[in-house]
């Protein structure tokens, strides 16, 4: 009978703990702008925005079909990322990898729409590595002004 317990418990323990998720601080259309604003450009309203999915509502396939070609494999979890093709970002939510980082999950979402910008207005290409450094410029910049620890 307490073997029957303990097993109960723990099935509620592990259906009650799933991690606590973050949210977003400041609104996409101010993470945008932002972004517009240090690229040096103007919202175009030709070029459609990307739809977001967060980690804790997207199911893992959905993004692994959405990046595969791009990165060409299958990773084994979400993480932050833009998908080209699919004009998507993907954004990990889990609270407690931005506290580990002393991170906000909006510079996250700041530096995938740099790469969107990147692509979709500018025309450059992801294989540049040049442009990771320059996603990860902007999002620096972005936390320090905006997600204080």
């Known amino acids: 009978m307490k073997n029957v317990i303990l097993i109960l418990l723990l099935i509620v323990f592990a259906q009650n703990s799933h991690a606590a998720t973050a949210s977003l601080k400041y609104s996409t259309g101010f993470l945008l702008e932002k972004v517009l604003e240090k690229k040096r450009l103007v919202k175009r309203a030709d070029i459609p925005e990307p739809k977001i999915y967060f980690s804790s509502k997207t199911p893992l ?39 580990k980082l002393g991170r906000c999950m909006d510079d996250s979402l700041v530096h995938e729409y740099v790469h969107y910008l990147q692509v979709k207005y500018l025309n450059w290409d992801l294989n540049d590595d040049s442009l990771e450094w320059d996603a990860i410029d902007i999002q620096t910049e972005f936390r320090s002004a905006y997600c204080p620890i």
């Open 61 to 99: 396939k959905q993004f692994q079909d959405a990046i595969e070609k791009q990165w060409g494999f299958r990773p084994v979890s979400i993480t932050n990322a833009f998908a080209v093709n699919n004009n998507e970002i993907y954004i990990m939510d889990d609270a407690d990898y931005y506290s």
